[in-house]
């Protein structure tokens, strides 16, 4: 890959500084960077506890890192953006439903959440990133 496909290594080290204190799974995150492929990220030892997809990007404002990460729950997720100064944004992620004793508040919960994670796993599905 030539330069140009790469995400320059201080840029990949500031994604690296941001995201350390969510998952030790960063450690992994290779260096050199490439631009525009999914990676999945292994903790150090292999730890199974969650697994992390990332893509890096460029755009008219920098370089940026899409993050995904999902627990071995199957219910806990964070979806986010990391830009090249070390900000982090949270993108649109699955959301889990709240209980309502009344059924016909349940039913439109349900209908709600099914609706926006359907919307978010088209969104994951298109970066490559849901597992």
Known sequence: MTSEEMVPGRVRDIFVTALTPETTHIAALPDPLPLGHRIGLVAPGGSPRERIRVLAEHDETGYFLDY????NDGETSWHARVREDGSITPLENLTWRR???DPEQARQERERVAAHNTRVVEILRAKNLYM
């Open 68 to 71: 995904y990460r999902e627990g």
């Open 99 to 101: 209980h309502f004793d």
